[in-house]
């Protein structure tokens, strides 16, 4: 291979062959340098793959496509797809699991696009109990919600979502972004859009309704395990703190008694050595 640069004096020289008949154009080799050149290749290369890791993670996911509110508030943008769960890099379990997933997510879909909300969010809740992270659920619930007329609920739904996103966009649920990067094309929202259009859109739509009023939805099942694990927690500090360092207090104090007494291990009442009977209770002293 040869590299040429062709060169013209009069470009290189204005002004000096002007008028001048140009001499025949000159043809200068460049030196050859393939290691170079191999080198150079392999850095694009090496770059290019670097570059195009993440991006082969972010797979279908639009991230940061700006979208029309009459876009965002819609459910046809959520996408799923059930073939390419077999893709996702989890065992067979989680694929199984996943699998489930989007045939819920998809079932609701399809019924919110038949206008058969409340059955769109029984199919929306079952997928969120299977990836409780996925924001997505959340969105649905609410935009099916407040189809359905109940934007107090819409809007709670609407509150998690945002949460959940935020955490996501955080970088909090990374195995998330690799499962929804394979399994969907949907758009991904920014946080602050997200926030934005949600904010407007309760306020113009819902009499000035303020999102910083609205409280999240706690599932009920995660209130319940939250009330279980409160209670547990509770349990076992009681039991520790008030049965058995009490007991051991107790155990600590018959097996090191005072001089010249001993301690009933019946009623723990002290007892002169004189005495073989526990004064407190009639338990005669066992000796040790
Ligand atoms: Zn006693």
Same mark, same amino acid.
């Given at each position: 291979?040869?590299?040429?640069?062709?060169?013209?004096?009069? !470009?290189?020289?204005?002004?000096?062959?002007?008028?001048? *008949?140009?001499?025949?154009?000159?043809?200068?080799?460049?030196?050859?340098?393939?290691?170079?050149?191999?080198?150079?290749?392999?850095?694009?290369?090496?770059?290019?793959?670097?570059?195009?890791?993440?991006?082969?993670?972010?797979?279908?996911? #639009?991230?940061?496509?700006?979208?029309? &509110? *009459?876009?965002?508030?819609?459910?046809? +943008?959520?996408?799923?797809?059930?073939?390419?769960?077999?893709?996702?890099?989890?065992?067979?379990?989680?694929?199984?699991?996943?699998?489930?997933?989007?045939?819920?997510?998809?079932?609701?879909?399809?019924?919110?696009?038949?206008?058969?909300?409340?059955?769109?969010?029984?199919?929306?809740?079952?997928?969120?109990?299977?990836?409780?992270?996925?924001?997505?659920?959340?969105?649905?619930?609410?935009? $099916? /919600?407040?189809?359905?007329?109940?934007? +107090?609920?819409? $809007?709670?739904?609407?509150?998690?979502?945002?949460?959940?996103?935020?955490?996501?966009?955080?970088?909090?649920?990374?195995?998330?972004?690799?499962?929804?990067?394979?399994?969907?094309?949907?758009?991904?929202?920014?946080?602050? /859009?997200?926030?934005?259009?949600?904010?407007?859109?309760?306020?113009?739509?819902?009499?000035?309704?303020?999102?910083?009023?609205?409280?999240?939805?706690?599932?009920?099942?995660?209130?319940?395990?939250?009330?279980?694990?409160?209670? !547990?927690?509770? $349990?076992?500090?009681?039991?520790?703190?008030?049965?058995?360092?009490?007991?051991?207090?107790?155990?600590? +104090?018959?097996?090191?008694? &005072?001089?010249?007494?001993?301690?009933?291990?019946?009623?723990?009442?002290?007892?002169?050595?004189?005495?073989?009977?526990?004064?407190? #209770?009639?338990?005669? +002293?066992?000796?040790?």
């Amino acid at each position: 291979m040869k590299f040429k640069v062709f060169i013209r004096s009069a !470009a290189l020289n204005p002004g000096v062959n002007d008028g001048v *008949k140009c001499k025949p154009p000159q043809y200068v080799p460049l030196p050859k340098k393939p290691r170079a050149l191999a080198r150079g290749v392999l850095k694009g290369f090496i770059s290019l793959c670097l570059l195009s890791f993440p991006a082969f993670f972010a797979g279908r996911l #639009c991230a940061d496509a700006p979208m029309e &509110p *009459k876009e965002f508030f819609t459910h046809d +943008r959520f996408v799923f797809h059930r073939e390419d769960v077999v893709k996702v890099p989890v065992n067979r379990k989680g694929q199984e699991d996943l699998g489930v997933f989007v045939d819920r997510m998809n079932a609701g879909l399809s019924l919110f696009g038949d206008g058969d909300y409340a059955g769109a969010i029984k199919y929306f809740g079952g997928a969120s109990r299977i990836w409780p992270e996925y924001f997505g659920c959340d969105f649905l619930t609410a935009l $099916a /919600y407040e189809k359905a007329g109940d934007i +107090r609920l819409g $809007a709670r739904f609407y509150k998690s979502y945002l949460i959940k996103l935020e955490n996501f966009r955080n970088g909090k649920y990374a195995m998330s972004m690799q499962m929804l990067s394979v399994i969907s094309s949907e758009r991904l929202e920014t946080y602050e /859009y997200a926030e934005d259009n949600i904010r407007k859109h309760l306020f113009t739509g819902y009499g000035g309704m303020d999102l910083d009023k609205v409280r999240p939805v706690v599932r009920v099942e995660e209130f319940i395990i939250y009330l279980l694990s409160l209670a !547990a927690f509770i $349990a076992l500090y009681y039991y520790v703190f008030g049965v058995l360092v009490p007991h051991f207090k107790r155990l600590h +104090r018959a097996n090191h008694p &005072p001089e010249g007494f001993w301690v009933c291990r019946k009623c723990w009442a002290g007892n002169p050595t004189l005495s073989n009977e526990c004064l407190e #209770c009639g338990r005669i +002293r066992v000796p040790k």
